[in-house]
């Protein structure tokens, strides 16, 4: 069963970068495509950014595109999210999880909050 560990949110203002972990156990990762999502209170889980199992394929979607960065480390089994010029709407609980295929059961996340 793998479980999921994300790490790395926190309080910073608008403008600010901040860079989140995320560490799969289990022996599935470095065959997975994964992603992270994100939930602001009141809304739906959304998909903010993928990467496939190698590395090739990575999509964003157009609210972070050209602030965010998704990478893997296979051999760690963590998958990050770089986190740059940030905005108020950027807060949000932080996830990751697979992506095109059937998710994992989901972790805690991590709460990131861009106030001033």
């Known amino acids: 069963q793998v479980q999921l560990a994300e790490s790395g949110g926190g309080l910073v203002q608008p403008g600010g970068s901040l860079r989140l972990s995320c560490v799969a156990s289990g022996t599935s990762f470095s065959t997975s495509g994964m992603g992270w999502y994100r939930q602001a209170p009141g809304k739906q889980r959304e998909l903010v950014a993928r990467i496939s199992f190698g590395g090739v394929t990575i999509n964003y979607s157009d609210s972070v595109k050209g602030r965010f960065v998704i990478s893997r480390d296979n051999a760690k089994n963590t998958v990050y999210l770089q986190m740059n010029s940030l905005k108020p709407e950027d807060t949000a609980v932080y996830y990751c999880?697979?992506?095109?295929?059937?998710?994992?059961?989901w972790g805690q996340g991590t709460q990131v909050t861009v106030s001033s």
């Open positions: 999880n697979r992506a095109w295929s059937a998710e994992w059961a």
